[in-house]
């Protein structure tokens, strides 16, 4: 079970970096982290650093219906399950 939070922890840091890292490239118009690798990185367990890149100071991705609705119903899923899996 450690290895598992640890996993998540993990995988949050990176997703929250790599919601930072697009957000820089889209002030800078660089070459942009496709919508694709962010809802993966979301539905693998980095839902949380997504939802906290989308939040003061990011506010990356925030305008969009897509993921201010998906992203608070992926991470409620995740917590749903580790309750369940703890209990």
Known sequence: MREFFIFLAAINIFSYAI???DKVKSIYQKWR???KTLWTLAIFG???GVWLGMQAPIYHKAGKSNFKILIP???FL???GIIFWIH
């Open 19 to 21: 919601m930072w890292i």
């Open 33 to 35: 982290v496709s919508e």
């Open 46 to 48: 980095g839902v949380f």
């Open 73 to 75: 119903t992926i991470a």
């Open 78 to 80: 995740w917590i749903l």
